[in-house]
């Protein structure tokens, strides 16, 4: 799915003046079949910029161009709006802020029911989403609002992944997660790139998260895109992404404090284990 932003300004008033708008001169281009990031201070404009893409926010100038959907501020009614989220899915910070039934099978299914899908794929689209996020049937009469971060977190994807969307947004998706709960839901996304073929879009903080499964990543500063470029790129530079308030991650903070205390590279590396092995090396 091509999606692309050219010359996005966007303001919640429409009196603002272009200098002070959320959003300032956004051009990017999402890749395919990839995961990209998009990363910054609180307050960058990040979740406003992912909103555009299924039309939650109109630009106040410019277009956002989903394929053939092209989104614009005289975008006052977008002709067949619906074709385009259900090929867009979007989870939200906080998963149990997205439910609302009783049982995982009625919050899994009830998007398909208000879209018509036929009830006899209902079921096995409940069943199968459930599985590509790696929970058993045993879910489906459980109730959503009982289980644990990391659980209410793959209801919420699987929710979004029973209409076999093209792109999957996810907005802080590691928010209350712990370590083992943050490692399968990276697993799950890898998965979805590498297996399922989607593009799939991270907002977040978490830059350790970022660092390990990001084909590409955005850096948004005071609402507008300040660097970009693949994670070795942007995260290469430490005093630079200092200035945006943003945090190396630990494998590269480690690479680069070795460099400084013995003037050894050991490369960038985004698994720990790889650096463990770098070391050994440079030790013999």
Same mark, same amino acid.
């Given at each position: 799915?091509?999606? &692309?932003?050219?010359? !996005?300004?966007?303001?919640?008033?429409? /009196?603002? +003046?272009?200098?002070? =708008? %959320?959003?300032? $001169?956004?051009?990017?281009?999402?890749?395919?079949?990839?995961?990209?990031?998009?990363?910054?201070?609180?307050?960058?404009? &990040?979740?406003?910029? !992912?909103?555009?893409?299924?039309?939650? /926010?109109? +630009?106040?100038?410019? =277009? %956002?161009?989903? $394929?053939?959907?092209?989104?614009?501020?005289?975008?006052?009614?977008?002709?067949?709006?619906?074709?385009?989220?259900?090929?867009?899915?979007?989870?939200?910070?906080?998963?149990?802020?997205?439910?609302?039934?009783?049982?995982?099978?009625?919050?899994?299914?009830?998007?398909?029911?208000?879209?018509?899908?036929?009830?006899?794929?209902?079921?096995?689209?409940?069943?199968?989403?459930?599985?590509?996020?790696?929970?058993?049937?045993?879910?489906?009469?459980?109730?959503?609002?009982?289980?644990?971060?990391?659980?209410?977190?793959?209801?919420?994807?699987?929710?979004?992944?029973?209409?076999?969307?093209?792109?999957?947004?996810?907005?802080?998706?590691?928010?209350?997660?712990?370590?083992?709960?943050?490692?399968?839901?990276?697993?799950?996304?890898?998965?979805?790139?590498?297996?399922?073929?989607?593009?799939?879009?991270?907002?977040?903080?978490?830059?350790?998260?970022?660092?390990?499964?990001?084909?590409?990543?955005?850096?948004?500063?005071?609402?507008?895109?300040?660097?970009?470029?693949?994670?070795?790129?942007?995260?290469?530079?430490?005093?630079?992404?200092?200035?945006?308030?943003?945090?190396?991650?630990?494998?590269?903070?480690?690479?680069?404090?070795?460099?400084?205390?013995?003037?050894?590279?050991?490369?960038?590396?985004?698994?720990?284990?790889?650096?463990?092995?770098?070391?050994?090396?440079?030790?013999?």
């Amino acid at each position: 799915m091509e999606i &692309k932003f050219n010359n !996005v300004y966007f303001s919640y008033n429409k /009196n603002t +003046p272009i200098e002070n =708008e %959320v959003l300032k $001169n956004i051009n990017l281009d999402i890749k395919e079949g990839k995961i990209s990031s998009i990363i910054g201070r609180s307050g960058s404009g &990040k979740s406003t910029l !992912v909103e555009m893409i299924n039309a939650l /926010n109109i +630009p106040s100038k410019g =277009e %956002v161009k989903i $394929n053939d959907f092209i989104i614009t501020n005289k975008s006052k009614r977008i002709k067949n709006i619906n074709d385009l989220r259900v090929n867009i899915g979007l989870i939200f910070q906080f998963p149990e802020e997205q439910f609302f039934n009783m049982t995982v099978y009625d919050e899994i299914s009830f998007g398909m029911k208000y879209f018509n899908y036929k009830t006899k794929d209902i079921e096995k689209r409940v069943k199968d989403s459930l599985k590509m996020v790696g929970l058993n049937q045993n879910y489906i009469n459980r109730n959503p609002f009982t289980l644990s971060n990391g659980e209410k977190r793959k209801v919420a994807i699987a929710s979004i992944l029973a209409f076999n969307p093209e792109v999957i947004i996810l907005d802080e998706p590691t928010i209350g997660l712990d370590s083992i709960s943050k490692k399968n839901l990276i697993m799950l996304l890898r998965n979805l790139k590498t297996r399922y073929k989607k593009t799939i879009i991270i907002v977040s903080h978490d830059n350790d998260l970022i660092h390990k499964i990001s084909d590409y990543i955005y850096v948004l500063d005071n609402g507008e895109i300040v660097v970009e470029g693949d994670k070795y790129t942007v995260f290469k530079d430490e005093e630079k992404l200092k200035k945006y308030g943003i945090r190396v991650p630990n494998e590269i903070e480690f690479a680069n404090l070795v460099y400084k205390k013995t003037g050894k590279k050991i490369g960038y590396r985004d698994d720990i284990n790889d650096i463990i092995k770098d070391v050994y090396r440079n030790a013999r």
